[in-house]
Structures are given as C-alpha cells and as structure tokens.
C-alpha cells in the first residue's frame, strides 16, 4: 500500500516542480504558484484518505512545504526574484527524502509486523506505560511545575530588564528584547501547558470529573499559560500553545477528533477559533507596528490588497526567497556548526567561543529573518545536507508514529511527536531542528516522562 501511494506522490510532485519551474522561467508566476498549491492540497487529501487520520504528518508537510513553495512562486512581494536552480532542487529533494524514509520505513514496519502476527498473538505490547492514579498525579504536578517554573521565569526577567512587553508603549520590538540568557526558555515552556493538559483530559477524565481540587488546577494553569504569550505580545508562542494542542488532542484521540460534527462542536471550535483570531489581532496591535510601516517592509506589488492577506503571505512566502539568497551567496559551507548552534547555545558555548555561531544570516530585508525548515541544511551541507535531513527527518516522524500506534499511556511519545506535527506543518517558517527552543521542549518532555516513572516508583506502582 505504501509503495503503491509512494509512487504516485512521486510522479505528482516531480510533475508538478518541473511545469511550476517550465512556467517561472517563462515569467508566469502567478500559473507556476496555483500548479504548486493544487499539487500540494492533492497530496495532502491523498494522505489523509489514505491514512484514514487527520493528524498525517505526511500530509502536512506536503501542504505545508509544497504548498509554501507554491505561494512563494507568485511572487506577489518587489522583494523576491527568479530562484536558482539549486533552490529548485533544493525544495523538491526535501519532500521527496522526506516522503520516500517516511514511507518506507512504513513499509518495512507492516511488513515484520505481518510476519509476527502469528507469534504475537493478542499479547499487549509493553511499549506503553499502565495508567494509573499514581501516572495521573505525575503528569498533574508536572502541569504545576512547568507552570511555576515559567511564572518565576518571567518575573525574574521582567525585574532584570525591568519592563514588561505588552505595557510598553510605541516600542515595536519590545519582545525581541525581552530576554535573558538561559532564563527565557523556562519562561516560554509554558506553551507545553496546554498540550499537557489535553494528554491529562484524555486519560483521566473521571479525576477531571470528580476532584474540584484537579478541576482548579487544571483551569489556573491554562490560564495562565495563555496570559504569558499576551504580556509577552507574541503571536508565535500564543498560535504554538493553541495548535500544539490541537495536534495532542488528535492524536491521544487516534488521529481524528474524538467527537462528531453538530451544531454544538462547530459552535466550540467556532468560538475558539474567533478567540484565537482575536488574540492574535490584539498582539499585533500591541506590537505597535503600524500598516504604513508593514507595507513598507513586505513590498507588495498589488498595494490594494489588505494587510490581512499581505502579512501572512510575506511570512511564508519571504522564507524561500531568503533561503535563494543563501544559494546565491554563500561562499563556503559551516560543515555542521550551524545546525549544532542548540549544544553551542544551550551549554553556553556560544559566549566563551563566539566564532562558533558567528556566520552572516542571508536575507531579503534585515526585518525579515524568519527561514525554512532546510535553511541550516544546506548552510552546512549544500543539497547533500538537505536530502540527509530531510531523510532522518522521514525516519524519525515514522518511527515515532509507529511507536504511538502500539497504544499505552505514553505522555513523552505523544508531546514528541505533536511536537513535530507542528514544525512539519510550519516547515516553510524557520529552522526549526537547530533551533534552542525545540530541543528544550523535547528535553522537557523526557524530563516530564522520566518524572512520572520516578513518581510511580516512588509509591512503589508500575506505569
């Protein structure tokens, strides 16, 4: 089944890169775009229906990615150019290394699975931990302590730098500043509240249910941990809380919601996605950056369009034309520094040997520094560094799909790859594996799971 749907994927996206290439050549942006964006909605569907999930990696790195591409391809904004060919072949070998590992290792999964089936019967699989009253307060105070420790961040950089972003008045980039080395990442963990608390609701509603105490604790803590995005004004780790989960409650639910659609469902999602919208609006309104002064930045060709549409059109689209300006300027490769950059940043090597992180950043415009998913693959590597991550990249998301298959109370497996649910889904927006903050969410996750073990033993339970 996955070779079958490995081929099509690719003679529909080789297809679709060579005519979006034939037609930008020719100056047709606008028909090179909707030929990738058309490519990208197609292979998403397939994913899905073929999967039977809503939560497909897969698919959303094909909406995603090739889709990104797509809408770079139109080239609404003065700012972006004719890509090189290596940037050509640089967006079209990510998916397809990406696709082939993922697929694959698919593959080759169903296939000792089919051999096994006899000799494994019934047998539960022992991947998972047993849920228990003893997992269940683990992964409650692991709540409380994520949250505590990110209240007393914050409270400690807003007294060390003596301000807070969101009273600040006519200052656009009041968030950019307001960090403290080291500090900062405890202060942004509680983005991971949220998903954390969907992972509780699903395994232990009847504690949700019958304890007013856990109920409390549980509401204190999401609210708190969505007020700290607004005083930060800071639309990514308000739209990261939300969507991440999102993506848990997909997949502790088997990939699909675990509900039907009717009045009172659309009516809930309706009203969180409009308090999303709202939340949004009210930080970039904070942020203080004026339509004039957007406008300024993005260069959009067609000025009539509304800022509603120019703002996220720049923020994916600028990211491929940024990662071309890399292709055409970058003189020698960092061979590995560059993607190392989270163990220079993180052990603070970073401030004894500057010259380890010190390389230029090739943008459009030095307000626009948001990139793509490969930008640091290739600064490294070239395409072959490319097509090796995006291959591990493949395996990785595969294997940690087929570990959540086998069931069990797995909080770590679940945040993990909810995790990079969403950087697949955001892929055109930066670079996300060489990013400090990603492998601090992904420590704090084994640190989470490693702390319910702990607690299960310590009361002398089995998880």
């Not at 105070?141 to 409270?155: D, P, Q, R, Y």
Request: aromatic share 16%; with cysteine; net charge positive.
């Amino acid at each position: 089944m996955y070779i079958n749907r490995l081929k099509t994927e690719l003679f529909v996206s080789a297809a679709a890169f060579i005519f979006a290439y034939l037609l930008s050549l020719s100056g047709y942006y606008m028909l090179s775009g909707a030929v990738l964006i058309a490519a990208a909605i197609y292979l998403m569907v397939l994913h899905i229906k073929k999967s039977g999930k809503l939560s497909d990696p897969a698919a959303y790195f094909s909406l995603s990615w090739i889709g990104g591409v797509g809408v770079s391809a139109l080239k609404l904004s003065r700012l972006q150019s004719d890509w090189t060919i290596r940037s050509w072949l640089s967006f079209y070998l990510a998916y397809i290394c990406f696709t082939v590992a993922y697929e694959l290792f698919k593959e080759f999964k169903q296939g000792k699975a089919a051999d096994k089936s006899a000799a494994a019967g019934n047998r539960a699989d022992d991947a998972g931990m047993a849920v228990s009253e003893v997992s269940g307060f683990g992964l409650l105070s692991a709540i409380n302590i994520v949250m505590l420790l990110s209240i007393a961040a914050f409270i400690l950089e807003a007294l060390l730098l003596k301000y807070i972003p969101l009273f600040t008045v006519d200052t656009p980039h009041a968030y950019s500043y307001f960090h403290v080395s080291g500090v900062h990442y405890f202060t942004v963990s509680c983005v991971l509240v949220p998903s954390l608390s969907v992972i509780y609701a699903h395994y232990f509603k009847d504690c949700i249910k019958n304890d007013i105490r856990v109920r409390c604790s549980l509401i204190i803590c999401l609210s708190l941990s969505l007020i700290i995005p607004l005083l930060l004004v800071s639309r990514f780790q308000l739209i990261f809380s939300v969507m991440l989960a999102a993506a848990t409650y997909l997949n502790v639910n088997g990939g699909n919601p675990g509900f039907s659609l009717n009045k009172k469902s659309i009516s809930c999602i309706a009203v969180l996605g409009m308090a999303l919208i709202a939340g949004y609006v009210f930080i970039t309104y904070e942020r203080a950056h004026s339509i004039e002064y957007l406008k300024g930045i993005f260069e959009i060709k067609y000025e009539k369009l509304p800022i509603f549409v120019t703002q996220p059109y720049i923020y994916i689209a600028n990211n491929f034309d940024n990662f071309n300006m890399l292709t055409m300027e970058l003189k020698e490769h960092t061979h590995g520094l560059k993607m190392l950059f989270p163990v220079f940043a993180l052990t603070g090597m970073k401030f004894t040997h500057p010259e380890l992180v010190s390389f230029p950043l090739y943008v459009t415009k030095e307000e626009l520094t948001t990139l793509t998913l490969i930008y640091d693959a290739y600064y490294d590597f070239g395409i072959p560094g490319v097509m090796a991550f995006t291959l591990l990249l493949g395996l990785v998301t595969s294997w940690l799909e087929e570990k959540l298959a086998k069931g069990g109370f797995m909080p770590v497996t679940v945040f993990v790859y909810s995790q990079i649910m969403f950087y697949l889904l955001f892929s055109f927006f930066t670079t996300w594996f060489s990013n400090p903050a990603t492998w601090f969410y992904f420590t704090a996750s084994l640190a989470i799971g490693i702390y319910i073990k702990i607690t299960g033993r310590l009361f002398n339970k089995r998880l």
